[in-house]
């Protein structure tokens, strides 16, 4: 059999009997939306996120403009994200008509390099077109950004600070998650996500209940909550009342069911993501250029095992023919194409960005691969002559 990229059918043979039945009581309750279970899941996402609050939605890049609309973040601002990332950290930023703001990255993390970051704060200032309010700092491939030295720079400049963890939700610094430095974590629950669901799904952590109030009626189209109401009458119910213009972003009841079972066993299948990758490191370390490198004091979830080669795609043409799957994450950074070449970029270039996207290459990385298949993913890699 070939080697799976990412073998959820293992996960299933595990936990698929119990999955089975949660998603059949919840086809049975009839409560197909904001059923108990989302109830039940935002709980246990906040306790695992050590967080105040949680607020599922229905994807992960709502997750990302629910604050910014909550804050109010629009034209003339500026968000400061980086180019190497999935388009919907960058994509949610003119959905409210602000401008997303280019910021390179460290050349062993993959993460905002916050040097990049103060001269592209410094930048905007400078030029004065544009006022900064929010940065979106990415949790690549699953391991923290570094949230200390981002934090001191936006509590310097004013800045909101999101932590777009899609990838990273789990990961950690110090034991302590990113919200423990932002003012709200996001994260996704699209299948292939180290925690996924069996569609589409969203969640935010957060500890500030005033935005979390916000974030709750902005993702069921605005609706009246507890703040609105106080010190007010109506004269009539007011559950249809729109407040504010909101949006549907609701997680399904049968996405929650499958989600706490998943949770459950999540911390083991992030420690087996760990010995995975540090396997991985040993095997690979002469036959590459990098390694993945985390940031010291960080665990990461290992969305991606991501290596660098020289020639990575005569490596990939190797892998596939032996039954290996990779893939590049990412090929062409946002900055570089069509829909935000418009877009500033701190210095008018992205020099480790554009180097990253040439050599990155991602390999086989889940819980249940085995030290078998590993071995010949290893060995297939070193026999590579390039
Ligand atoms: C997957 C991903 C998202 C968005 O998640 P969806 O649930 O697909 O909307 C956002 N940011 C990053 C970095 C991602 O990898």
């Known amino acids: 059999m070939p080697v799976a990229f990412i073998d959820l059918a293992a996960q299933r043979a595990r936990i698929g009997a119990r999955l089975t039945e949660s998603m059949l009581k919840v086809v049975e309750s009839g409560a197909y939306i904001q059923g108990p279970a989302v109830r039940e899941l935002e709980a246990k996402l906040a306790e695992f996120g050590q967080a105040k609050l949680a607020l ?5 890049t709502d997750a990302l ?23 919907s950290t ?3 930023v003119p959905w409210t008509g602000a401008s997303p703001v280019f910021v390179d990255i460290d050349p062993v993390t993959y993460n905002i390099d916050p040097a990049s970051l103060e001269a592209a704060i410094l930048e905007v200032k400078a030029r004065g077109e544009l006022t900064p309010r929010v940065v979106i700092a990415v949790d690549l491939f699953g391991q923290p950004a570094d949230y200390p030295k981002i934090k001191a720079l936006c509590d310097r400049h004013n800045l909101k600070l999101i932590a777009d963890s899609a990838q990273g939700f789990g990961c950690t610094l110090n034991g302590l998650h990113p919200l423990h430095w932002a003012d709200i974590a996001t994260t996704s629950f699209y299948p292939a996500k180290p925690l996924g669901c069996y569609g589409d799904g969203g969640a935010v952590v957060v500890d500030d209940a005033g935005l979390a109030e916000r974030i709750d009626s ?15 009458t109506f004269d009539h119910d007011p559950k249809y009342l729109s407040m504010r213009i909101g949006l549907n972003s609701r997680l399904d009841t049968l996405q929650a069911a499958v989600l706490l079972e998943k949770l459950a066993i999540f911390e083991d299948e992030i420690a087996a993501r760990n010995r995975v990758a540090a396997r991985y490191n040993e095997g690979l370390a002469p036959h590459v250029l990098r390694t993945p490198q985390v940031i010291a004091g960080g665990v990461s979830t290992w969305a991606q095992y991501t290596i660098e080669h020289a020639d990575r795609d005569g490596l990939a043409q190797h892998l596939k023919a032996q039954g290996v799957p990779t893939a590049v994450y990412y090929p062409a950074p946002l900055h570089r194409q069509p829909a935000f070449d418009i877009y500033p970029a701190v210095g008018g270039a992205l020099a480790v960005t554009d180097a990253a996207a040439m050599t990155v290459i991602s390999l086989p990385m889940h819980p249940y691969l085995t030290e078998a298949d590993q071995d ?9 002559q390039g």
């Open 56 to 60: 599922t939605c229905a994807n992960g």
């Open 65 to 87: 403009v629910l604050p910014l609309k909550a804050w109010g973040i629009g034209p003339g601002d500026a968000v400061f994200c980086p180019s190497f990332t999935f388009a």
């Open 376 to 384: 010949l993913i290893i060995a297939a890699v070193a026999a590579y």
């Open 218 to 232: 902005l993702r069921v189209h605005g609706k009246v909550v507890a703040s609105d109401l106080a010190g007010r």
């Open 90 to 92: 960058a994509e949610v």
